[in-house]
């Protein structure tokens, strides 16, 4: 097998490397840094796929070892984000190994964070086994997920704003793990931007999507990156309803 063969995996390892290190930082308390390796690794799991096709070095190695980094990239960093976000907001303090004991013991709600990467493995379980999202995908996908609550470090750090006042609160926070937690898992056909066609009839949901979202980013920034997401949940509910 030629070298270039490699070159796939190889990027969905760096995608592994950048969730390894987004952990440390979440618990070192750096929560923007640790949302920016995440971010990098989102970056890496787009190009490893459109390498794979390129190459045409697609296979079950290819398959397997990019839902193991998914897992610990777009699941279990963000959980360990979310949780440092939650403990925040109920001891003013990060969740360190110094902590007093009492800090960890009798304050639980955090915990509930844990639930991303449980639901993040059984998604992409699901997605191994199932041939049938090449066009569109069954449930949210964990990048997508993970996108949203990465997103809240970032928001925070404005401390202003109709979209931090929304979603920078404790009990919108845990809502948010359970909704999207379930969505995963779902069997709701969500939007992929992949492209067989460019016209306007089988991609307009497609163009929509990435028209409103660049308008979006342009406008907010990174504060619009929870409102894309909602955005294309409720875009994939409405594409649904016009199959």
């Not at 995963?184 to 056909?189: E, F, G, R």
């Not at 979202?213 to 875009?235: G, Q």
């Amino acid at each position: 097998m030629s070298i270039f063969k490699h070159i796939p995996n190889l990027i969905t390892l760096a995608n592994l490397a950048f969730g390894i290190l987004a952990i440390l930082f979440a618990f070192g308390g750096n929560l923007t840094l640790a949302s920016t390796c995440i971010l990098l690794g989102a970056f890496l799991d787009f190009f490893d796929g459109f390498f794979a096709r390129l190459l045409k070095s697609n296979g079950e190695m290819g398959k397997q070892l990019d839902s193991l980094a998914d897992l610990i990239t777009f699941g279990l960093a963000p959980s360990i984000i979310v949780f440092q976000l939650l403990f925040f907001l109920e001891t003013e303090s990060y969740f360190t190994a110094t902590n007093n004991l009492s800090n960890y013991s009798t304050h639980y709600t955090p915990y509930i964070a844990f639930l991303i990467p449980l639901f993040s493995a059984y998604r992409l379980a699901k997605f191994n086994i199932d041939n049938k999202q090449s066009n569109s995908f069954i449930g949210l996908p964990t990048p997508a997920n993970a996108l949203f609550f990465i997103s809240i470090p970032f928001i925070a750090e404005y401390k202003e704003g109709f979209v931090y006042d929304l979603i920078y609160r404790k009990e919108v926070i845990i809502i948010n793990v359970f909704i999207f937690s379930l969505l995963m898992i779902s069997n709701l056909s969500m939007i992929a931007l992949k492209f067989k066609s460019y016209n306007w009839s089988e991609n307009k949901f497609r163009y929509l999507l990435i028209t409103i979202s660049i308008i979006l980013l342009s406008i907010l920034c990174l504060e619009s990156v929870p409102i894309i997401l909602i955005l294309y949940i409720v875009m994939s509910i409405i594409k649904n309803q016009f199959k």
